[in-house]
């Protein structure tokens, strides 16, 4: 591997295996085929830019632990991690999106050959790159093994953060804020909204004097004026009118670490609406924030809020906030927890969740949202842009 | 639909919907159920980053013809699509992932009160967004229906651009060159790879005066020194020294149409060794882009190739090359034919590939690649980029 290209240090790779291997133990899984591209990279340290095409890690209770993947990043995987190089299994280039050739169907051989072929294997089987056909290569290529859905056992894994996971999501904070200073200083009406996401993504990448700023799980997502009623729509080549509203969804990143922060911007003399609403939504911040410490449940933060809001007269279709840590696209969650009435999670120190108190309504919307850390004495934020409808004048 | 979103007039998209259906039936699948954003923009318009929840498009032989997706969602998909209200479905917030309930569960359940249970249903089944959760979910809430692996169906109907399509990818070929017209000034060495790769993504999303960019579905990759030995690396903050070489690849991008276009840069004079693997490639490319013609099949265009590579003592472990065009992340490519040995693939005017004798070696890389689309008399290039080692004195 190469020094410079190490997160983190061989210990804490060590310490999440160990946890991992236990909770495996605990649910009765002997393997574990990992192809969600954050929980590889959070068990070996691998990061690349591989994951349109079929890899994963193969993690055993015993001391199995391998990286698996395409001819053509193997040497990727070698820079990366710590892994031998006998742990660093390719497949040949004629299984890369083959009709014919499923790159589980090489694993599968593999998995006989060195004996495993009879184990209790685990599935992610909700995660983007584990698709049906790949589950159904492995069930084809292993009628011995037995598979169980393993979604999500490492993402659970890396709930609660270490301290230097928490270091690189104050950084990615720092990156959000470089974001915000920028779009602040270069927002005018009149312009078009590609310009506009052109110098967020350049203060982005750019990050702070110390930090680089690294590649979004998500795009900046703009909503400008009637377009902010739907909360996924990316820019186009439109001009920004004056006397309009935008919300905008970011992050920071730094080392794959994400810090989310959206704000809405508002071009003129904010109508009452957009104050009424600044309002309500400030102040559903200040009670919620309260709630994240450890003992309360992910049902009870979101109560607070959604109470809060209905006794405002507001409605809110979806959860009000999810985890946040480590990943790469199409999404920067964690896919664990959610803050819903539902969830009976208990919080515990040290985790970190995206809390969205967004509100979209018929034709226009609302976003203000910080990334939290959960502390004994409530939520501890992990950047620092000025909370408030942002109005260029 | 808001006008400004529309890429394409309805006439199109109703071709496409019509070709689409004559595939089906033709494959003997009644209904089939579109993950594949790519796919789903191409047959309805809709365009927004929602993929990191369950969501599809739901194609009949019959008129069925419906989006489904996230209840917050739906809004832009009024906002991006022709669909009438009644043909855009949303399922509850409290299927997002979710461990208890899955949104297949929710489709099946629609496509039983529709009557649509009982049909041969096709699921691109190796698609990044179909896991093998919604599969086994669909499996299980459609125990009458007879599912049949249709992954790519929809795909190889993209495979000839139309002339509008055609104006896009140039767009984005002009965008490239907009890309690489600001390397050009910028690079230096002494600068970090992100403070490169900021300039690169300011390029790429301002586009030209008249056309906006839009991001790539992969992010700006950069192998600088001994790490352009990995193909798929990303930036991080190292500072790029003198007397190396860069690999980049990246795509120009305009309506979510790319035009994928990769330089080696050379920081300083040149080495014999990066002089001599430019002098091969340029050749290999000059050989290789006149087989582009109707009537080769993809074979025979790596054959030339491969041959041609054998020939100079080089060997090369991947494909040359793969179809282009309309794409989300993780992938530029449109996954069906390869430009591999053993592709029987005919060319038709109007595919659109990229072209890419990558080389790869132990410790270094070397790229000139182009996007090109297939005409009478050979390949036409989609942009216009120095076709050279781009060297920074």
Redesign the interface.
């Known amino acids: 591997m ?1 020094e ?2 190490r997160r983190f240090n061989k210990q804490e790779y060590n310490d999440r295996v160990l946890k991992t291997r236990k909770a495996m133990f605990d649910k009765d899984v002997e393997l574990l085929i990992v192809t969600d591209p954050a929980n590889i990279n959070w068990l070996t340290g691998y ?6 095409v079929h890899q994963c890690v193969v993690i055993g209770t015993d001391n199995t632990l391998f990286w698996f993947g ?4 193997a ?2 995987a ?3 991690t710590d892994l031998s190089a006998e742990n660093i299994i390719e497949y ?3 299984y ?4 014919q050739e ?1 790159p589980m169907e090489y694993l599968a051989e593999i998995l006989q050959k060195k004996g495993l072929s009879n184990s209790k294997i685990g ?1 992610e ?12 290569s492995l069930y084809r290529g292993l009628p011995n093994a037995k598979f169980v ?1 393993a ?2 056992l490492v993402n659970w894994q890396r709930a609660v953060k270490s301290s230097q996971e928490l270091i690189y999501m104050q950084r990615a904070g720092q990156v959000v804020e470089k974001i915000y200073q920028r779009v602040m200083t270069v927002a005018t009406p009149g312009m ?4 506009l ?3 967020i ?3 982005g ?3 702070t004097d110390e ?5 979004p799980s ?2 900046p ?1 703009l909503g400008v004026g ?2 902010s ?10 001009v920004i009118p004056a006397d309009s509203g935008i919300c905008m969804e970011l992050a920071g990143v730094h ?1 794959r670490y994400h810090t989310p922060c959206s704000r809405t911007l508002y071009f003129g003399q904010p109508t009452q609406e957009y104050l009424d609403m600044e309002k309500m939504v400030l102040e559903s911040i200040n009670i919620t924030l309260e709630m994240f410490r450890p003992g309360n449940t992910c049902g009870e933060v979101a109560d607070v809020f959604f109470d809060f809001l209905k006794k405002q007269g507001f409605d809110k ?3 009000v906030g ?1 985890p946040i840590g480590l990943s790469y ?3 920067w ?1 964690e ?1 664990t927890m ?1 803050l ?1 009435r ?1 969830d009976t999670t208990v919080l515990e120190e040290g985790m970190s969740f995206h809390f969205m108190p967004a509100i ?1 309504l018929d034709n226009w919307g609302f976003e203000i949202t910080e990334s939290v850390v959960v502390t004994a004495t409530g939520a501890k934020c992990l950047s620092n842009v000025p909370r408030k409808l942002l109005v260029i004048e």
């Open positions: 190469i410079n290209r990061d690349a830019w591989s994951f349109y395409r001819i053509i990043d040497a990727g070698a820079m990366t040949p280039d004629n890369v999106q083959s009709e499923h599935l089987k909700d995660n983007y790159y584990f698709s049906a056909r790949a589950a159904e859905d979604n999500g078009r909204k590609n310009e996401v052109a110098e993504l350049h203060a990448t750019l990050g930090h680089f700023g690294d590649y998500i795009v997502l009637e377009e009623a739907a909360c996924h729509l990316t820019w186009d080549g439109g080392a279709a979806n959860r999810y696209p199409p999404d969650g896919r959610s819903r539902s979209w």
